[in-house]
């Protein structure tokens, strides 16, 4: 019976957890992602990445292209000076985003749903 519990509890827990992602998106910024808020949050200096919609070859889709579906909400710092190509390509539910003055750039398709 011990078994069956822990069997459960570590089967059912992840059921119940956020899945947060982070990581780089440009040569000095970086994304975080909360899954409890729906948030995309870049910060850093300078200029994103260009990526690709998920059918093109010579370039990688946004690394938050897994949550394209499920982002409500995407913050840029300020100091970021461009939005890259396909950055938020598909994020089909997105109803708020912040865009400071430092971003002077917005580049192809960045937000096609």
């Given amino acids: 019976m011990k078994q069956l519990i822990t069997f459960l509890i570590a089967f059912l827990l992840p059921l119940f957890s956020y899945a947060d992602d982070s ?19 870049i910060t850093g200096h300078g200029k994103m990445s260009d990526y690709a919609d998920m059918y093109r070859i010579s370039r990688e889709p946004a690394p938050w292209h897994q949550y394209r579906t499920s ?6 710092a300020g100091g970021i000076t461009s939005i890259g190509d396909y950055a938020f390509y598909g994020c089909s539910v997105l109803s708020s985003i912040v865009i400071p003055n430092s971003v002077t750039c917005i580049g192809e398709y960045s937000f096609l749903k």
Avoid: A, P, R
């Fill in 23 to 41: 990581g780089t998106c440009g040569e000095n910024l970086t994304y975080t992602y909360k899954e409890s808020t729906q948030t995309l949050t």
């Fill in 71 to 76: 982002i409500k909400k995407i913050l840029v």
